[in-house]
């Protein structure tokens, strides 16, 4: 059996600037909620009336997830199988003149190489609770978190769209997948996952300081 599990998405963030007399400005959204995950995180452009020097993308992205299993039928000795649980991150833009992306669809985070042993568990005959836990009950959990950071300079051709009294997106997705062998006609199972990103943008500049504040509202939707 293959599933996957959709989107349920939280924008909020908030972040904000107003550095008196300092030389950097960072800006930072976030998102976070249940996979499958599709977002565009936004941040506002660079003021036009100082000397930007650089701009520099640092990026986390979390998961954390996890399978649940009870036997609830008479009889036991079952092995039920995790054979694929996997979080994938990508960010990009579709920023002129290229569209782009400094986390790529190729990285895959393979939970089952974390879980004893195998993904595999030996469940025997319901033992009266459904907690998932037991000798008729096992639970799978796994997190993982990666950071990236881009440094776009101003011989870099994304550069230009840093700057302006604009904002600037980024797209955001973050794909869970997994497949799970059961074995038995009782059983009560099922697989939770999150994910989340959060993105900051670092302004290196000379010149007056910018006095520009940015804050960002949320919405939701729910899924499991
Ligand atoms: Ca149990």
């Not at 782009?100 to 042993?117: A, H, K, Q, R, Y």
């Not at 096992?138 to 994304?158: G, K, Q, R, V």
């Not at 997106?169 to 059983?187: E, H, K, Q």
């Not at 007056?208 to 960002?216: D, L, M, W």
């Amino acid at each position: 059996m293959r599933k996957s599990v959709i989107a349920l998405f939280l924008i909020v963030m908030i972040a904000l600037p107003t550095l008196a007399l300092a030389d950097t400005q960072v800006v930072t959204d976030s998102y976070e909620g249940l996979t499958d995950v599709y977002a565009t995180l936004t941040v506002p452009q660079f003021g036009t009336g100082q000397t930007l020097n650089s701009v520099t993308i640092a990026a986390t992205g979390w998961g954390d997830g996890y399978l649940f299993y009870e036997n609830t039928g008479l009889f036991g000795g079952f092995n039920m199988s995790l054979n694929e649980f996997t979080f994938e991150f990508v960010l990009g833009g579709e920023l002129n003149p290229d569209n782009w992306e400094i986390v790529g669809g190729d990285l895959l985070f393979d939970v089952i190489e974390e879980l004893p042993p195998s993904g595999t568990v030996f469940v025997e005959e319901f033992d009266g609770v459904i907690d998932y836990a037991g000798p008729s009950g096992a639970t799978f959990p796994y997190s993982t978190s990666h950071d990236w950071t881009m440094e776009i300079t101003p011989d870099n051709p994304l550069f230009a769209n840093f700057v302006g009294d604009g904002d600037v997106d980024f797209s955001v997705m973050c794909l869970t997948w997994f497949s799970v062998t059961i074995y038995g006609a009782d059983n009560d199972w099922g697989l939770h996952t999150e994910a989340g990103f959060d993105v900051s943008v670092t302004y290196d500049y000379d010149g007056a300081v910018p006095t520009e504040t940015t804050s960002f509202g949320g919405i939701k939707a729910l899924y499991r």
